[in-house]
């Protein structure tokens, strides 16, 4: 009965997207399609039909909003980018499945374990999967490039998290229980993860604990930006918002999500916009620059870990354990440097002990060193180069009076791309941003403080 209840909420939430679709302008149901999809819908849970991705919280909003929004929305507002760049990078995201596969024909053999090789059946599920994964990226930079859809991205991750914010307080008190209880998915490894400090990490319905304070901090990013403006939500003051989130995130007990959310706030409200455009490039080419710098060694282990151990021993030797995997897993991706490993999980480090038992000792975490060890640099290089190009763009308009709302939303997709390095936290609503950010245009014309044309306070009674 649970798992079927899993099910029926998969297969409603293209109803659900419809009547959003026809209640309200499609750019802002794509949206709420999206971004309602990824926080509601169940984990673990999919339809697996042969030959293609399964579809499950992840796929079903993006192929929904994908059929209804160039329908949906009026004469000239869905565009796809111009961008050369854009484009190029999209398309190699997408056929890089099959370079994969033609390189990764023989299996793999570890005792008595095979990793199937792969052939075109696999490349050309692999290559849809990929397509699904950027429709958010192509929704957003077709319909949400202007301040004024950069707003409501804001106000939607703000909505969202002070509706959030009840289940979150919730399982924080008694344990993460929500997935369980409503859909009857459990996962026992990721319960136990959530112990912390003597209580609990809220996982909602996200699956870990770290993926609510990383959806949490750019929620936090988005407020405090919109704090400079007079936007009210519900006739609360977006100030008061701001320091209810930064409680909420705090209770969640994510060392990494706070001190990201502690740097960016304070760069963000503080710093010039051209200065802001200038670091917001920077960290994100320190993102994309990662795997070389680690590959090289060039990355200060040692002083990381003492900085981290003097936060924390426990948090030191998580570090410290995530670390030792990364070098392990960039060794094996080395051996598939082009077009990575494919899947199947030979990507991972899997040995044959003395006793024969045949056991995975890999763990990856960070999305970039999955990424690399099964697409390989050409599939690192189109992901990131596509997740880290909106910097690049927000930085032309460096002489120019960028709205504040659009940087509000550069400095969040900033947190959660910085994030991406320890954890696997890619989600739709991170390429939905980045493909916002990768169409933003400026005005040349000084705008009002809200970082809009016009003037006088702007309240949310709703969702609107």
């Known amino acids: 009965m649970s798992n079927m ?18 209640m309200m302008p499609a750019w802002r149901a794509t949206i709420w399609t999206i971004l309602g999809g990824y926080l509601l819908l169940p984990i673990s849970t999919a339809f697996d039909f042969p030959g293609i991705p399964p579809l499950d ?19 000239g507002e869905f565009q796809w980018p111009r961008s050369r760049t854009v484009n190029c990078l999209i398309l190699a995201y997408v056929l890089l499945p099959f370079a994969t596969a033609y390189t990764n024909p023989e299996p793999i053999y570890i005792g008595r374990v095979v990793l199937p090789g792969l052939g075109f059946r696999e490349g050309l599920s692999a290559a849809i999967g990929n397509a699904l994964e950027v429709v958010p990226f192509l929704l957003g930079a077709a319909m949400l490039g202007t301040a004024a859809r950069h707003r409501e991205l804001l106000l939607a991750l703000v909505v969202a998290a002070l509706a959030y914010s009840l289940p979150i307080l919730a399982e924080v008190r008694l344990s993460p229980f929500l997935q369980s209880w409503v859909y009857g998915v459990n996962d026992a490894g990721a319960f136990l993860q959530q112990m912390r400090s003597g209580g609990f990490r809220s996982m909602v319905f996200l699956g870990h604990g770290l993926l609510v304070s990383t959806f949490l901090a750019m929620a936090l990013v988005s407020a405090a930006g919109l704090a400079r403006t007079r936007v009210r939500v519900f006739s609360l003051p977006m100030g008061a918002i701001t320091a209810y989130l930064a409680i909420l995130l705090l209770l969640n ?35 994309f620059v990662y795997p070389i710098v680690r590959g090289a060694g060039l990355v200060p282990i040692e002083t990381v870990t003492q900085a981290a151990a003097s936060i924390s021993q426990e948090r030191a030797e998580s570090l410290q354990f995530r670390l030792d995997n990364e070098r392990i897993l960039l060794d094996r991706a080395d051996k598939k440097p ?27 975490d960070g999305s970039w060193i999955i990424l690399l060890g099964i697409g390989g640099w050409i599939g690192y290089l189109a992901c990131f180069g596509l997740l880290c190009y909106p910097a690049l763009r927000a930085f032309r308009y460096r002489r120019l009076d960028v709205p504040i709302v659009s940087l509000t939303l550069l400095a969040a997709h900033i947190l959660n791309i910085l994030d991406l390095l320890p954890n696997s936290s890619l989600q739709p609503v991170t390429w939905l941003i980045a493909g916002a950010l990768a169409s933003m245009s400026v005005r040349r014309q000084r705008s009002d403080s809200n970082g809009l044309p016009g003037s006088g306070e702007v309240r949310v009674s709703g969702i609107s």
Do not use: C, H
Not at 59 to 73: C, E, F, R
Not at 257 to 286: C, K, N, Y
Not at 348 to 361: A, F, S
């Open 5 to 22: 209840i899993a099910q029926a909420a998969l297969l409603i939430w293209p109803i659900v997207s419809l009547i959003m679709f026809m």
């Open 57 to 75: 919280k992840m796929s079903i909003p993006n192929l929904v909003a994908l059929a209804l929004a160039p329908i949906m929305a009026r004469s």
């Open 253 to 287: 007990k994510s060392v990494g999500a706070v001190v990201l959310a502690a740097v960016l706030i304070p760069a963000l409200l503080f710093l010039r916009s051209r200065r802001f455009l200038t670091v917001a490039l920077a960290l994100a080419m320190l993102v």
């Open 338 to 364: 082009l077009f990575g490993w494919g899947a199947y999980g030979r990507n991972r480090i899997v040995v044959l002990t003395d006793w024969g038992e045949t056991r995975d000792v890999s763990v990856t």
